[in-house]
């Protein structure tokens, strides 16, 4: 059975006010490409198809191309729902929608059923655990008070190997989440994830299982032997310039043996950061001019109107900090002065991205963590009683 592992692929989302949906498809399509050209069984998204709640129709739109041209090469594709999205919403038509190969797992009380897939070696199960908010099951499942996500997906878990027993014996399994798992490392653009109990969940929950395509974390990397993160199919912050960013292709073999090759994604657009006094930054690589752009300036003093004269050379600069002045840390210029990661790594466009820019910008200073626990928390109430 020939798997291509894929997540977070947030689309609609914004960074420093730039939309990026357009090289979103750029990506996604080389992805679906990959898919076709590889022969894969199937594509496994493990949460955040879009990046919020309510996507745009431009978002569905994109997706729904992206998933057709996998689809068109009778290719099953698995998803779940992540953190960013809304569960009811993209589980809408879930069994119409099974039927031509799109299995969607959006549902706590669905965990546990599988996606039956077949190859000449027999059957693969492939459980959707979609992310499991604490406050939102606990009560269904009847866990204690307090009970985290270490408990809850645990629980879930339990669910799936009570299918998997009524099974036969040697049937291989494959399991979809959305989680922070112990030994991951966070790319610097996930969303918190730690309301409603200890965010942190450890490895072995997933004991006993032959393949664990993990989402949530934007870096692709290994956790296990057989537990992987794909990471984002672009970088979503400065921080993940670096990063190459690619999918998982996974095969199983008649005994459950896992072989896993990485596959790089294109990338379509630069993210460059530059450091240095103005005049110099503007005399820099006239390559840059179609990278996103990054800039630090350490004039002595506060330079008049950088980010538009940033931009007539470098069209794409996004963000224009001065720092030449210790007392004046913390300014902003442009679109990053209302939207994006606010130079922490976290993603603007969502609701607790765009009130910690708000505290920062009122305050002149980055919110403390007692103050980002209460954003955090009072999210989770409203969600949980909306």
């Not at 027999?122 to 459980?127: L, P, Q, R, T």
């Not at 399994?173 to 966070?186: K, N, W, Y």
């Not at 057989?226 to 095969?251: C, H, M, N």
């Not at 991205?353 to 305050?363: E, K, N």
Request: with cysteine; net charge negative; glycine share 10%.
């Amino acid at each position: 059975m020939r798997l291509l592992h894929t997540s977070d692929w947030h689309l609609g989302r914004t960074f420093h006010g730039q939309n990026l949906l357009a090289d979103q498809e750029a990506v996604l399509t080389a992805l679906a490409d990959l898919a076709v050209e590889h022969r894969v069984d199937a594509v496994l998204i493990s949460g955040d198809l879009y990046d919020r709640a309510v996507p745009s129709p431009d978002a569905v739109q994109a997706a729904s191309r992206i998933l057709s041209r996998i689809g068109a090469a009778g290719v099953a594709v698995v998803a779940i729902a992540g953190n960013h999205d809304s569960a009811p919403r993209l589980g809408a038509f879930t069994d119409f929608l099974a039927a031509g190969g799109l299995h969607l797992g959006t549902s706590a009380d669905a965990v546990g059923t599988p996606v039956v897939l077949a190859d000449r070696h027999g059957e693969v199960v492939v459980y959707p655990v979609p992310f499991l908010e604490p406050d939102l099951v606990r009560a269904r499942w009847e866990l204690p008070a307090g009970a985290g996500h270490q408990q809850v997906l645990a629980r879930a878990m339990d669910r799936v190997r009570a299918d998997l027993a009524t099974r036969a014996p040697g049937t291989r399994s494959v399991v979809l989440a959305h989680a922070f798992v112990v030994g991951g490392l966070a790319a610097g653009s996930e969303r918190s994830i730690a309301v409603g109990g200890v965010e942190a969940v450890a490895a072995d929950v997933f004991a006993g299982i032959d393949y664990v395509a993990l989402g949530h974390l934007h870096r692709c990397q290994v956790v296990g032997d057989r537990i992987r993160y794909s990471g984002s199919p672009l970088p979503y912050s400065f921080t993940e310039a670096d990063q190459e960013k690619g999918a998982w292709l996974v095969d199983l073999d008649a005994d459950g043996g896992v072989q896993a090759t990485r596959l790089a994604l294109p990338v379509v657009r630069r993210m460059v950061s530059v450091r240095g006094r103005l005049a110099e930054v503007l005399g820099t690589d006239p390559d840059l001019a179609d990278a996103y752009l990054a800039v630090e300036l350490t004039d002595d003093e506060r330079p008049v109107d950088p980010m538009r004269r940033l931009r007539e050379v470098f069209p794409r600069t996004l963000v224009a900090t001065w720092v030449g002045d210790p007392a004046a840390q913390g300014f902003r210029s442009g679109p990053a002065a209302r939207a994006g990661d606010g130079g922490d790594g976290r993603a603007g466009g969502d609701e607790s991205g765009l009130i910690l820019d708000f505290l920062r910008a009122a305050g002149g200073r980055p919110p403390t963590p007692e103050e980002r626990d209460l954003v955090d928390r009072a999210l989770t109430a409203l969600r949980a009683s909306a």
